[in-house]
Every structure is written in C-alpha cells, then in structure tokens.
C-alpha cells in the first residue's frame, strides 16, 4: 500500500494511462476497444486525482487526506485489474478459444475488485468491511425485496450460463426470436435478427422460453421446404426436377445429401418435403429465394404445373376421350382384328386408363382375373415363378392377361411397371355381348389365342414345352360367353 502513495505510481500511472491509451487506439478489435476503454478511464481518474492532490494536499482539511488516498488507490487498482482482465480475455481469443460471455468478464472484475478494495479501505480508512457487509443484513433484506426483478435476471444469467445452451455467435430461435447472440451479460441476452434488429431478451424471460439453436457444434443444420404440384405431374419427375434445381445450389451442403419425399396428397396439391443441409442458418432467406426460383423456370420447362387452392370438379360426359389413339392402338393388336371399326370403338370407349409407378404390379401370378390390358406408354416386366424371374419385357402395343380375360384362367405370371406405365384395362362383361350377336367370334378367337399360347409354351431352344389345344380352349370361350353354346 506504501506503493501506491508514492510518486512512483504516479509515473507508473501516467505510463498505464498512455500505453492503454495506444493499445486502445492501435486495436482493430471491437470487444478489446470496449474492454480497455474500461481500464482508460480508471487511469485517467487516478492520474487526475493524484496529481491534483499533489498541489492540494497542502491547504485541504487532515480529515480529508485518507478518502483522497483511498479514491487514487482504489482507482489505479481498478483500472490494472480491469486491463489485465481485457489482455487475458484477448489473449484467449487470439489462441481460438470460444469467447467470453459479458457476464464472465463481469462476475470475474466484481470479484477482482472485492479482493483489492477490502485491503485498501482497511488500510486507508480503518475500515472492517466485513463486519460492515455482518451489520447491513437489514439493509440486504429490503434491496433484495426492491431488486427482485434484477436479482432474478442475474441468477438466471449464472444459470444460462452454467447450462450454457447457447454462446456469443450462436443463431437461435427463443419464443417467438430468432437471430444471432451477439452478447450476454448479467442482466440480459440480446440477439441480432435478419433484419439486423437488435433484440435484448431479460434473462429471467429466457431462461422460461424454449431455445432452438441451429449453430451448435459446428454441425449442418437441415432446412425443410414444402413444395406444392398439379396432381398431373408424376412423382418421378416432380423429386427429378427439384433435386437437379437444388445441386445448382452453391449454398446447400452436398453431404449431407438432399433428399424428396412425397409428402401429402392436399385439397390441390401433391406436397412434397425437401430436406436440404446449411452450413449457417442465416443462409435460409438465400435457399428460399434460390431454390423455388429455380423451380418457377424448371416446373416451367418441364411442363409442371404449381397449382393455386383450387376445386376441381369433373364431369365425365364433358371430358374429351383420346379415341383415335385407342382405336389406332387396338387395330394394330391382332386379337382385335377380328372386330369391325365399330366395335373395335365401342371396345376402345369401354377400356379404362391407369397409371403405374416404378415397382408397382399390375397383376400378381396365381390370382382370378377378369381383365386384359394393353400398354399404352411405358414398359412393363413379366416375371414367373418364386423367385421371381423376368421372362419377357413389354411395351407400348404388347398385350397381356388375355388367357384370364377369356379362359377364365388364373394369372400365370406377374406384371410388374418398370418406368412409369400407362395400361388400357378391358373387362369381360364387353366381350360378352360381341360373342352373343357372333357366335362365330369364339371359334376364330380360340384360334388365335392358341397361336398365341403355343408361342409363349417354346422353350428357349424352339422345342414345344406343352402342346395347345384350340378346341379345348373354344369349349372354354364358349362356357364363358355363351353358356348355352358349351352344351350343345
């Protein structure tokens, strides 16, 4: 203590006062400006006051002279603790450690300067502060009551920070908030939004409120869009689209990788959920605006249709039928061919049109069918037996299931759609009123389909594996279509 009396630490003082002076001009870093600032004008205080004591001690009361001292000393303390504390907190950073909470650095100066004004109060005014802090129990009982609010900001502080959910840096969303941390102290957090708001948040009403934080670790935060397509649009196509728009992205990780999902059929829309991987959730107005602007010209191209809340109300007398291409379609199959142009489109009008997906089957092996299809787009895969094996791959104008429209046989093999399939499905009841008015349609398609069966019963070496009978199979067209026939 005899130190800081002297005129030594006057010298020394002034050489702080400079130096913090320097170091706070030179320094390109905000935070170790805002930090010495605090140890600048705890110098300049104690250089002022000491020197004018210098002049003025000579002619100022005796009383006087231990609370002079005590406000010099007590300020160059200040004023070194408080440097010192900002050289070390910098220091850290500069060695990449995580920085400093505010309300570190605070807790760490009131402890520094508890420690060196006790002695130096003790010293220079006689005074026990101990038993100071042992009297004043009263007078702690009514600032804690007035100081409730404050008192429950500060240990919800402690307690944040102690839990630490989030630091300095950090993007997080609290309650209704969203942004970056750019400072936590005793009192409050306060976050910096898109919008670059600054929002400050009580620690009391934070530590209530549920805190997501997308910047922890280091680690991609996911990003889920919702995307909305005309029910016309095939799912294929739709995901090919949105994943070829989302790798042009710079923006969106590669790893991990995307993804699409078809996520809901809606009132007007098929939705889908992408799922996209950011380095930094402050990028997510950029993925928004890049992705689905993308997609505006992609869906555009593509002939993708983005619908609007709609109701679609349809009305099957009014909807346009492609008969031609059906009519064309048909005539060129030569189970049809026995049919004039006439039937052949009444056959054409009564077909129905479904869709498959990749994967889907169309009919299963061993199953009672009553239907005949015919590919209209796509290819589809035949597969026999268990395991399944592919014995034949059909395309647009390939038939199938026409042993079970006609014979009444189950499905001998499975069809399953390997690309996106259109099929036409013919029922049974349409044949039956052709076979009535012409009896001489049974004999003739009993022909064909026995051409038809012994091409398919050839092995692979073009030995026949079964032989084919054509009147066993009119015996069955006619048990079928005309019943009273088969009797006589």
Known sequence: MSFLQGNLALVLGIIALVVTAVLRRLSKEERLREDVF????????????????????????KEWHPVERAVWMLAFAFGTVRLGVSVVLWTRRRLGGTPTAK????????????????????????????????????????????????LGNLFSGLSLQLDRPYQVGDFVRVGQHEG??????????????????????????????????YSRGGQPVALDLTIGTAYAAPPTKVKAEILEAIAESPIILKTPAPWVRTWEFDESAVKYVVRVWLKDWS??????????????????????????????????????????????????????????????????????EHHFGLGEAVCVEGREGATFYVVASGRVSVRVGQPPREVATLSRGQYF?????????????????????????????????????????????????????????TDAAGKVSQRVDASGLLTRLRRIFTPGAATR
């Open 180 to 213: 970056r941390v750019v400072q936590t102290s005793w009192r409050s957090t306060r976050i910096e939004t898109m919008r670059k708001e600054q929002i400050t948040l009580p620690n009391a009403l934070t530590a209530k409120e549920p805190i997501i934080n």
């Open 38 to 61: 605090g140890a600048l004008v705890w110098f300049a205080l104690f250089v002022a006051v000491r020197g004018v004591m210098i002049w003025a001690e000579a002619w100022t009361p």
């Open 401 to 457: 299931g026409e042993m079970s429209l006609l014979t009444g046989e189950p499905r001998s093999a499975t069809v399953v759609a390997i690309e996106d399939t259109a099929v036409l499905e013919f029922d049974r009841a349409e044949f039956q009123k052709f076979f009535t008015a012409k009896p001489e349609l049974a004999e003739q398609m009993a022909e064909i389909l026995a051409l038809r069966k012994a091409e398919l019963a």
């Open 283 to 352: 990028d997510v107005p950029h993925v928004h605006d890049e992705v689905f602007a993308r997609l505006w010209y992609r869906f555009g191209r593509a002939g993708i249709e983005i619908p609007f809340p709609q109701r679609v109300v349809t009305m099957r007398a009014e909807v346009p039928r492609p008969q031609g291409l059906r009519e064309e379609l048909l005539g060129e199959l030569d189970l049809f061919k026995l049919f004039s142009g006439d039937e052949r489109r009444a056959i054409a009008d009564a077909a129905l």
């Open 103 to 150: 309300i570190h650095r605070d807790v760490a100066d009131f402890l520094l300067y508890l420690a060196t004004a006790i002695p130096i109060l003790k010293t220079t005014l006689q005074l026990d502060v101990t038993t100071l802090l042992g009297t004043s129990a009263v007078l702690s009982l009514v600032l804690g009551f007035a100081l409730q609010d404050t």
